[in-house]
Nanobody
């Protein structure tokens, strides 16, 4: 199973930008064969997917980040990225990445994951 290490978090004022990285570890040879999603866990909230990218590069976003966030992947580096522009206070949370599956063309989280990375803290100041 591919495991991931997140990095690049920080604290920015509203309107600022951050880029998160998600480096694969463990069974990295399968990175190019899996979909990857970025998940956000806001304080006191559950962890939800905010963006995903398929093996073919197709992307999906939740409505609140569409147009501001861009997910990408570099299979040669076995790394996925999340470029976050025009950050808002509501984007605050710990960001994680993990494998996702596709059903009827849309990304879905697995019911259960064996491993989560340490995450990257993102804080958007009003």
């Amino acid at each position: 199973q591919v495991q991931f290490v997140e990095s690049g978090g920080g604290s920015v004022q509203a309107g600022g930008s951050l880029t998160l990285s998600c480096a694969a570890s463990g069974n990295t040879g399968s990175f190019s064969t899996i979909g990857v999603g970025w998940f956000r866990q806001a304080p006191g909230q559950r962890r939800d997917m905010v963006a995903a990218i398929s093996t073919g590069g197709a992307t999906n976003y939740i409505w609140s980040v569409k147009g501001r966030f861009t997910i990408s992947r570099d299979s040669a580096k076995r790394t996925a990225y999340l470029l976050m522009n025009n950050l808002e206070a509501g984007d605050t949370g710990v960001y994680y990445c993990n494998e996702v599956r596709y059903c009827n063309g849309g990304p879905m989280a697995y019911h259960q994951y064996d491993h989560w990375g340490q995450g990257a803290q993102v804080t958007g100041s009003p």
